[in-house]
């Protein structure tokens, strides 16, 4: 009979069988001392992160105004074309929601090799009224089941704002500061976003889809107020979204007050002079950020600037590959 060991020594086995115990031996007490384990509560001192993961929104592209990029297929071959590794999807940029044209947008990010890593929608629940309410809490539910039909793990929900400021240009103007409804309190607009999002997780737990509580203005405009909330209701499908541009003042001490429970971050860049301001933003420092609180997801590119997209989004992302390096 041939043996499946190389001819030799009578011990030929039993040799072969030892250098595999020294082997796995030596393998195990090299780990052990190299990499503490999850119990230890220690990190890692000598394993390399994974290499950081760009998308870039749809957003970037359209801006709510160029319509010779709103079309969500163009963006996606562009951004494949452009070296991003995913797309954050705006649901206000999409002009039709049948699920065959979920699905085109689907295969197109597969055969572009892009994962479809966020989908950014918006709502509201800082009223008084409650069928206003309802709608908003239907609404974030339909746009969940979106993300599931597109195979998208994470979206972008708001609190809403007052809207006592009329406009949002006028809101930007005011550096996203506005006052309360007259008679109501902000603990009045909390237990409301509260109650609607909570309305909102049996539909992200059935769907796989993380909600990730944004910084956008109105009660979500301070990390306090982001927080309060994600605490309050203590799910693991609510965490937070980061945006870097959205926090204007002392915005590195205030975006480490939510990057542990950071699910995507969005990077914003103004090249041109931005659509309503701009931030000189160090995004090394960002970088290591988080670095420092173990953040693994993708980092998704808002450009916010006035220069074309189309040269402003490659040199957007030429400059995160260097600070994020």
Request: negative net charge; aromatic residues 10%; contains cysteine.
């Amino acid at each position: 009979m041939n043996s499946m060991f190389p001819a030799g020594s009578a011990g030929s086995f039993s040799g072969a069988v030892s250098r595999r115990m020294l082997a796995k031996s030596l393998i195990a007490a090299s780990l052990a001392t190299a990499v503490p384990t999850a119990c230890s509560g220690m990190q890692p001192q000598n394993v390399a992160l994974r290499r950081t993961r760009f998308a870039v929104s749809t957003y970037s592209f359209w801006q709510f105004q160029r319509q010779e990029y709103r079309d969500i297929l163009r963006c996606l071959d562009l951004a494949a074309e452009w070296g991003f590794d995913g797309v954050e999807i705006l649901h206000r940029q999409m002009t039709d929601e049948s699920n065959a044209t979920m699905q085109q947008i689907k295969q197109r990010a597969f055969v572009n090799g892009l994962d479809l890593c966020g989908f950014s929608t918006h709502q509201g629940w800082v009223s008084p009224d409650a069928e206003q309410r309802k709608q908003n809490t239907e609404h974030t539910i339909h746009c969940i089941e979106m993300a599931y039909a597109m195979g998208i793990p994470t979206m972008r929900v708001n609190t809403g704002r007052w809207g006592t400021s009329g406009s949002f240009d006028e809101l930007m103007a005011n550096r996203g500061i506005e006052p309360e409804l007259e008679g109501y309190t902000e603990e009045d607009g909390f237990g409301w976003v509260i109650g609607g999002l909570e309305e909102c997780l049996p539909a992200a737990e059935r769907c796989g889809v993380t909600l990730g509580l944004e910084n956008h203005w109105g009660l979500g405009r301070t990390p306090e107020g982001v927080m309060r909330i994600v605490r309050a209701i203590d799910s693991p499908w609510l965490k937070t979204t980061l945006d870097t541009g959205n926090f204007l003042e002392d915005p590195y001490d205030r975006l480490e007050q939510m990057a542990d429970d950071a699910v995507l971050v969005q990077a914003k860049t103004y090249y041109g002079g931005g659509l309503w301001y701009s931030l000189d933003l160090d995004y090394p420092r960002i970088a290591e950020l988080l670095r420092r609180h173990r953040f693994g997801g993708y980092v998704s590119l808002e450009f916010e600037g006035k220069d074309d997209p189309g040269t402003a989004i490659p040199r957007s992302l030429e400059m995160l590959q260097k600070a994020f390096h």
